[in-house]
């Protein structure tokens, strides 16, 4: 398995895009990861896994989301097994528009540990995170649930107060910032401000210039990157 390399940009397109426009769409960020030599999470949906692992190579697949199950009776379950011989590097948990229950999320985040891919887990308030940061995720994703696509980002007293909490419990644990995200500068800030790497889906897609935007906020990475390491 491929190492990930912080700082990070994380994207993906959740269901405004799909089909050929998704693809097109991961090809621009295989393209910016190459450009800039940054890591690229590409949140990506079931149905182009494949092709995508397949034709971006510089890009971390995740897949949208995975259960707490294993191989055998379940219709309808995702299995990170599955996952994997699709071309998954990790799996997403928990995001506010598919929650689950604390325990399936550990459950989950096993499971995948089993089948020999990363865990990704979203979290909402401090308080959550913490509690999720217990199970000891490889990556965590908090990120206050009302701001998500509203184009608002977390202020900055969250992004510092969430990242240290969550590397009190483990410091080991990636922690990124991504809700509401839609500008570069918001990238550059809260990467400097400690977050291991920042994300953004729709302030990109639903952009009037997403390929431009896309392409600011992975060079945000790069500097940051690079001024982080004159410290």
Wanted: charged share 25%; hydrophobic share 45%.
């Amino acid at each position: 398995m491929k190492e990930l390399r912080v700082p990070y940009f994380e994207t993906g397109v959740k269901c405004y895009l799909y089909g050929e426009k998704e693809m097109e769409f991961a090809r621009m960020c295989e393209a910016a990861a190459v450009k800039y030599d940054v890591d690229v999470l590409f949140i990506s949906s079931f149905m182009n896994m494949k092709d995508i692992a397949r034709e971006c190579p510089h890009l971390f697949v995740i897949a949208q989301c995975v259960d707490n199950w294993k191989p055998g009776r379940g219709m309808g379950k995702i299995i990170p097994e599955a996952l994997k011989e699709a071309g998954a590097w990790g799996a997403c948990l928990n995001h506010c528009e598919r929650p689950m229950a604390l325990c399936d999320i550990k459950g989950a985040i096993d499971r995948c540990r089993e089948a020999g891919i990363k865990s990704f887990v979203c979290a909402d308030s401090i308080a959550e995170a913490m509690a999720v940061a217990n199970l000891h995720p490889d990556i965590m994703n908090p990120e206050p649930s009302e701001l998500i696509g509203t184009g608002t980002s977390p202020d900055m007293k969250y992004v510092t107060g969430v990242v240290k909490a969550v590397g009190e419990v483990d410091p080991k644990i990636i922690t990124e910032i991504a809700a509401g995200i839609s500008t570069a500068q918001d990238v550059y800030d809260y990467i400097m401000a400690g977050s291991d790497a920042a994300g953004a889906a729709s302030g990109i897609i639903k952009s009037d210039r997403p390929a431009e935007l896309l392409d600011e906020m992975v060079a945000a990475v790069a500097k940051a990157k690079a001024d982080l390491a004159k410290k």
